[in-house]
């Protein structure tokens, strides 16, 4: 059930109007919204704090909920292909709602291509492992090509144009940036349906404005910011969300893999799946999944075709 702002304790019509003009569509918006970035809108922490508790009790969010609670919202998150057969089966299913999915790899590991492709399976019907859903697409290093999505649109059996249509594009030119057009993506995501969130790449901006040691604390502590709400965003609106980060070099690593993902331990935490994908010969390319609470680890192959990701 769906609640108006009006309907919250305390929320008059000026109050309500605000709340609105600033994204806060719902009363649920106002039970998961924070007691700092509410303050914003309506002037005072102590009011903020009030109408927090007061749609809270409305929507019936507690802090505790039984395991079958846990159980029930869990049968909730769907999938969406990602048009690869062996990766789906890697992935239990295919890409989850309400969690964030991580890609990370080298330069041409197939990350970009990989968020092409699921921009446009999301919009496929249910029965071909869609959700008929729209995505959202944020370009944070200028290689969206919707060229890409016009090929694999066409092999998946959606008109082109249409397909186009349902992905709607932000390019972020800084972290700030990045994080505003998350903030103000509550206003659409329920309006245009979107299930599919793509953040192409999640922390490019945050390592080159926050660089070296000296500034690590902070820029972890806003990417812990631009993770909180992302997965907001994707437990909200049962959205998937899919994000992209490049690997580095550990110099000092002796054993195991000497690359590891840039975004450090905020985004291990955050990210509730991630993928490693390295190439192959040619255009082969390998998936691997860890940290997952679900999976073994595993590996599965795909090709990068003209046709977008495939068998
Ligand atoms: P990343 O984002 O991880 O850096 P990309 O997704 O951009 O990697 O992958 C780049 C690779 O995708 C290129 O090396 C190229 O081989 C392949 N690729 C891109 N477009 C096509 C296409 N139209 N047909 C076949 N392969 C393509
Ligand atoms: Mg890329």
């Not at 993770?227 to 980060?245: G, H, M, R, W």
């Not at 993902?261 to 691997?288: C, D, F, Q």
Request: aromatic fraction near 8%; charged fraction near 25%.
């Amino acid at each position: 059930q769906s609640y108006d702002v009006e309907e919250i304790e305390g929320v008059g019509r000026v109050t309500a109007q605000k709340l609105r003009e600033s994204g806060y569509n719902t009363a649920l918006d106002v039970a998961y919204a924070g007691v700092k970035e509410l303050a914003d809108v309506l002037g005072s922490e102590d009011r903020a704090r009030q109408i927090i508790a007061a749609a809270q009790r409305l929507v019936g969010l507690n802090n505790f909920v039984t395991a079958l609670e846990v159980y029930e919202r869990k049968r909730n998150v769907q999938y969406i292909s990602t048009g690869v057969k062996a990766l789906d089966e890697l992935l239990g299913g295919g890409i989850e709602t309400r969690a964030i999915t991580e890609l990370a790899g080298e330069f041409g590991s197939g990350k970009t291509n990989f968020c092409h492709q699921l921009s446009v399976m999301v919009q496929l019907p249910e029965d071909k492992g869609g959700l008929k859903g729209k995505a959202l697409f944020i370009d944070t290093e200028n290689t969206f090509r919707p060229e890409r999505i016009v090929q694999i649109a066409k092999y998946r059996g959606l008109d082109p144009k249409e397909a186009l249509k349902n992905i709607f594009y932000a390019r972020a030119y800084n972290s700030d940036h990045q994080m505003l057009i998350i903030d103000e993506a509550k206003k659409i995501i329920p309006k245009e349906n979107i299930r599919l969130i793509v953040i192409d790449s999640l922390v490019a901006h945050f390592r080159s404005e926050y660089p070296g040691r000296e500034n690590l604390a902070e820029r972890q502590q806003k990417l812990n910011h631009h993770i909180a709400q992302l997965l907001k965003l994707a437990d909200i609106y049962n959205a998937a969300v899919v994000v992209t980060n490049q690997v580095i070099a550990q110099p000092d690593m002796f054993f195991g893999n000497p690359l590891k993902p840039a975004g450090g331990n905020v985004i291990a935490h955050g990210a509730t799946y991630r993928i490693w994908l390295r190439k192959g010969k040619e255009n082969i390319r390998v998936a691997r999944i860890l940290d997952s609470p679900m999976h073994p680890e595993s590996e599965a192959t795909f090709k990068i075709t003209e046709e977008g990701l495939i068998d």
